[in-house]
């Protein structure tokens, strides 16, 4: 089985929308089951109704999973292993408090060396960890392991780590809670776990879960594959504070969710095709090939492959719930645009009043003359009509004329524009 788990404490990064895809296409691929984690441990950093909006996102996304669970749910497993690791000793109370660490660390930082723990609580006797326990709250920490951790990664190769790059790191907190590491190495324990796909930025836990489960004496080997960070356009790690970052910011910028698939897919990959879908992907996706190389969001990337996607919209106008007669203009409006947002914006602006003051003469003498007369079948003789009643011509005809029709001085060819909309431009015009 293989898993996707997302916090829910914020909107949802298109970095975990990328791990929710490639779990999504392995799985198929490897003909296996797909769970749905929800990592809800950091009580103080959920947001209600976040894990809720993380399943819509997939939905959305046509990404199909077999089960969804809340690792909240898992706290007494939790709980009894790291008891169980308490009794055979590979684990130790620890009774530090939060004023010690912070000094241990600031020291650290002034030594200009990592910090790790001193090991001050890993060797009390049996009757001062009984006599502490009355009188002070304590933390669990499981002693670091005695020999280098060594896994291989499908994208990043052979990995090692040292017992001092491990250390003796907490497992449960004061409050009985379990931290990220210990709560992700139970329930992936729990659950089967065949194969991890998650970003690079968890490289550093991977170590520390194969410590605890080999500590609680678990065989079976867990595959993993960290993919490469996704960097802004200034060649920085995406935040939070790159619009572009959230999936749903995404969506409400009018891209298709099929075309953000497409590049998600695309970033650090190298395909005989560009544009797919994650259906098609399953295909010829191969995780082992992704590029160790952080790739860099592009923007105009995703237009282009959002406007590839845009041409198999049949139904414009369903789309945008409106009347069917609006569909021959919608599909003028598609082949400039390269997002359904652009799209909208252009279709309202047509329906608004006209407040532009240049040409403002130019078009009163207009719209007077395609008002009081019958609208030709076709634009040539309509363009004929206009030139010889109203003496206007070249960009004093054209431009004011654009802007009767859609209240833009750029845009579409004029001859497009007034065949899809003759059935009913008298009345956008009037209204103008």
Known sequence: MLRFAPSPTGDMHIGNLRVAIFNYIVARQRGEKLLIRIEDTDKERNIEGKDKEILEILDIFGIKYDNVVYQSSNFHIHQ????????EKKAFACFCSEDEIAIEREKAKLEKRPYRYSGKCEYLTPKEVEKLKNKK????????PENPIKFN?????????TPFDIDSFVILRADLTPTYNFACSIDDMIYDISLVIRGEDHLSNTPKQIHIRKALGYDKEIEYAHLPIILNEDGKKMSKRDNASSVKWLLQQGFLPEAIANYLILLGNSFEREVFTIEEAIEFFDLSKISRAPAKFDIEKLKFLNKEHMKKIKDLAKRFNVNSIYEDLLQIFKDESSTLKEIKEKFDKVFEKSTDEEFSREREILKKEILENELEENYDDFKKRLQANTGLKGKKLFMPLRELLINQKHGAEIKDLYKAMKPYLKEIIKNR
């Open 153 to 161: 990664d499908l994208i990043k190769g052979e990995i090692e780590l």
């Open 80 to 87: 009894e292993m790291a008891k169980k690791l308490l009794e």
């Open 137 to 144: 709250p304590f933390v669990i920490r499981i002693k670091k």
